[in-house]
């Protein structure tokens, strides 16, 4: 028998998660933002959830063929474009569009020997400092690339570094706006916090908007506001069961380095989930957990393998719990509550994009296609 955590993958949250953001850009078309294995929750799993996107996006060659594989014949994009000249030859076989950002990609290009030109995304830096061309030499870039027979259409794209906070994303557009005014062809700017955030004001409209995060139902922009606030659900489950239950007298400790002291006799319940697993071994006593569909807290310090729990709001509510019981890490319990994977990476000091990519390999996937 495997260990009982498991990881659950939600088709109806995903196609929810992607209706929403067409609801706030009705006229932008999407990429579906897949890269990192589809935020952790694996590609083949999210394919079905979204495939009423216009195109995917991602950065890794081999995650592209794997969308080739499951029959998708729209647009893919590398968001970072190609990382050696060889990888052109795969663009053209694949029919991959591709970021350029750089010169030495240009060069590549040139000298790539094919008879099908390729769509590209010419990026910008427009205040990141991350990837793209500066502004001041943006317009040389694109002429550079508009003289080359390897090169069909030229888009242009820039990425925003403060979207989800007080900053905003205005400095940055006015700087693209002002490069790019005289330029054809189509925009792409805006990622998750944009796209929900931005969708109003913005002083450009993205042809194509690149949300990732919203459509795994995270918040862009949480503790701001939480995936509830924006209409978003959880698309993956972290669930395990109890493999024990403690009673403590008071002075009784729980776990490693004894961080968690009883003040009154207390039921612990043992999760069958550590950090081995992907949960982040900085939650610390007090991170919010699901028992059997009621809220409680993690105690002391997670391990290896397990965690422990305080079963004192299941004796509140009356709630029966013992070996076996459901425990949800985050996400969807089987009676219907939920609790955000944004919670539950704040408590580790990280965000939701992190707990998603880091669930370990040795947890089982499984993908519920049932409605939301
Ligand atoms: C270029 C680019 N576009 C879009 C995204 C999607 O971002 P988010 O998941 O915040 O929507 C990313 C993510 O880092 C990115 O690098």
Not at 113 to 138: C, D, I
Not at 215 to 241: H, I, M, N, V
Not at 304 to 320: C, R, S, W, Y
Not at 334 to 356: F, K, N, P, W
Request: proline share 6%; net charge negative.
């Amino acid at each position: 028998m495997p260990r009982p955590i498991q990881a659950t993958v939600h088709t109806a949250a995903l196609q929810h998660n992607l209706a929403r953001v067409r609801q706030s850009v009705p006229d932008a078309r999407v990429w579906a933002v897949v890269k990192a294995n589809a935020y952790g929750h694996g590609i083949e799993r999210v394919f079905e959830g979204l495939r009423g996107a216009d195109g995917f996006a991602l950065l890794d060659l081999a995650e592209a063929e794997r969308v080739r594989r499951l029959g998708w014949r729209g647009p893919i994009l590398l968001l970072e474009g190609v990382f050696e000249p060889r990888d052109l030859e795969l663009c053209s076989r694949l029919d991959l569009w591709h970021a350029v950002h750089c010169d030495e990609q240009i060069d590549m290009l040139a000298a790539h020997k094919t008879q099908q030109p390729q769509r590209v995304f010419l990026k910008m830096n427009s205040g990141m400092n991350r990837l793209g061309f500066t502004p001041e030499r943006y317009r040389s870039a694109w002429t550079r690339l508009n003289a080359l027979p390897q090169v069909d259409e030229i888009s242009l794209m820039t990425h925003f570094s403060d979207a989800d906070g007080p900053r905003g994303i205005a400095h940055q557009e006015e700087v693209f706006l002002h490069a790019t005014a005289d330029l054809p062809g189509e925009r792409s700017l805006a990622n998750s916090a944009a796209t929900l955030r931005h969708a109003d004001s913005a002083r450009i409209k993205s042809d194509w908007v690149r949300p990732g995060i919203v459509l795994y139902g995270s918040a862009p922009d949480f503790p701001e506001r939480s995936a509830a606030d924006w209409g978003l659900q959880p698309t993956l489950t972290l669930s395990s069961k109890l493999l024990a239950v403690q009673s403590l007298q008071p002075g009784d400790s729980v776990g490693y380095g004894s961080r968690f002291v009883a003040e009154q006799p207390l039921r612990v319940g043992v999760a069958a989930c550590g950090y081995a697993d992907g949960y982040p071994r900085l939650c610390d006593t007090g991170t919010p957990v699901l028992v059997n569909g009621v809220r409680t807290r993690l105690l002391g310090r997670v391990s290896m393998d397990m965690l422990m729990l305080d079963l004192t709001p299941l004796e509140q509510a009356g709630v029966p719990f013992g070996f076996g019981s459901e425990v949800t890490l985050w996400g969807r319990s089987s009676q219907g509550s939920s609790l955000s994977i944004d919670e539950v990476a704040r408590a580790a000091g990280t965000v939701g994009y992190e707990l998603m990519c880091a669930v370990a390999q040795r947890v089982n996937f499984a993908v519920d296609e049932g409605s939301p």
